[in-house]
């Protein structure tokens, strides 16, 4: 056996079982949505191509397709706002006090990022609950106003917030540890020369995360778009699609109404902005540097 | 005047970070509560609402035990634990060792993975395990989460053989290893501390996993967060006895969190964004 062909033969051996489970269970699945997404599969579950039809009917006669592109155009921008700008908020202010307080405040941003899904929907559940035993109608109870439904109200913005938070949950551990990094003689230098904490930041702090900090603004945009589970768990988006977003109508259409081949188009025009995402990043960032920040070395 | 802005902001951050404390003050109080009175005070203290431990709860028009749920999601997140640590100590190893053409493909291959959309992917999954008659199964439900969890594990797992110096498998080499030999005997052992992030990885994602449990499982393969979200999707929700089941739930994550502290800061920056 030859030192080529052996090579090859252990390569095959290593890597061959992972490779086959990705290959069959991931990128199949991509592959078959695309498919899907040329036919009119509905529940008799028979292949029947109708050609773009689907894309035609998204882009001509859904009814519903504008006001779902207008609260994705809506949510996105305001989640990726919030998760940036709270996650650089936390992380500024738990390294800029006392240490204690730092972990402190630290371990409360981390709690919804470890609370599995479902509670953490329950427990905003209960904190907008319409009845008076929902958190904020008890507040507006002692105050003497009667119970709103928040959900119904204001769907839309709280669906941002709550999928936001867990956003700002990730950005926070990575621009805390990001900030750590950096030489505490920079810090002092700057302080020395008279600096306020806002200079400081500003001229010293987020020059130097830069890179994790528009790495994770890159990251998120696919993030936000794809998101809809916490959506789809608190408001479905409802009332009315008010808060329904481009990847939970494609999860509606699928699993809800069974137009498979419809839900699978959508679902493939979302694929195609997330390939156009990382091939953005991936322009922006270089491979090497890419691989490097999302292996958070 | 820098001060006073500066306890501004301290008291905004305060103010934001209320609703969380809130939030899990709630979950901890109410699971031992009658009722809640004024959003937060207990109206009575009780054990009630723990009794899903012992006593079988309401489901449909009958009562069950919450039992068979927990075999079923021990059974998922376990599979899937075993399942991709095998796969990823395999990868990792070829990865970090072996150079070959497609390396870096691999390599570009687990940031696609991060990001190409797994939810929006529902439906061509669904189609796949149907043809492959592994849908409404826990094996095939385990099998699409492991390959959707591998390549960030083999990223991980690829940094723990890196730091394993060369001289070591040229010492087991010379002695005669394979290194099919090599890997078993001498590289696993040393990677041990990979193998446990990995596999504490993959144990919590599948624990706390609810959309692809929700639609690759049938409604009698229940696993725990399937069963909280049914109770919550009722026309009244019963607070007090949902905070205990979602405590009891909500454990494992905690006790592995306290346990792994320090290093999950880490493994949590390298896994990024769960979704």
Known sequence: MGPGLRKALTLFVFLAPPLAVVTLFFLVPVVLTALLSLTDMHETLRWNFVGLENFRRMLGYDPRVHRIIVNTAIYVPSALAITIGLGLLIALASTSMREGAGILLRTIWFLPNLIPPVVYILLWRWFFDPTRYGFLNAVLALLGQGPRAWLTEYALPIVIVVNALIGASVCMVVFTSAIKSIPPELIMAAQVDGASYLQTVRYVILPLIRWPLMFMTAWHVPAHLNAYVYTLLLTDGGPYYSSEVWALYSYHKAFRYFEYGYGAAISTVLIALNVAAILIVWKVFGLRRMMELGGGE | ?275
């Open chain 2, 1 to 275: 005047m820098g001060r006073v802005l500066r306890y501004l902001a301290y008291a905004a951050i305060a103010l934001m970070s209320l609703p969380i404390v809130i939030m899990v003050a709630f979950l901890v109080v109410a699971s031992f509560s009658t009722r809640l009175t004024m959003g937060l005070v207990p109206a009575g203290l009780t054990l009630e609402n723990w009794s899903f431990l012992w006593a079988p709860i309401p489901w449909g028009l009958g009562r069950e035990y919450v039992w068979p749920t927990l075999a079923n999601t021990l059974m998922y997140a376990g599979g899937s634990t075993v399942l991709r640590v095998l796969l990823v100590t395999l990868a990792g190893y070829a990865v970090s060792r072996i150079s070959f053409r497609g390396r870096l493909f691999v390599l570009a291959f687990q940031m696609v993975g991060r990001v190409v959309p797994g939810a929006g992917l529902l439906i061509g999954m669904y189609f796949t395990l149907y043809y492959l008659g592994l849908l409404f199964t826990i094996p095939g439900v385990v099998l699409i989460r492991t390959a959707m969890g591998i390549p960030m594990a083999i990223w991980i797992m690829k940094g723990f053989f890196d730091g394993i110096p060369w001289e070591l498998e040229w010492a087991a080499m010379v002695d005669g290893c394979s290194r099919l030999q090599l890997w078993r005997r001498v590289l696993l052992p040393l990677v041990r501390p990979g193998i446990a992030a990995v596999a504490v990885f993959a144990f919590m994602e599948a624990w706390e996993d609810f959309i692809y449990v929700y639609v690759l499982l049938p409604g009698e393969t229940k696993v725990m967060s399937v069963l909280i979200q049914r109770l919550i999707a009722t026309e009244v929700i019963d607070y007090p006895f949902l905070a205990a089941m979602s405590l009891f739930y909500t454990i494992p994550p905690l006790v592995f969190y306290v346990l792994t502290q320090k290093h999950l800061v880490r493994v949590t920056l390298v896994g990024g964004v769960k979704r």
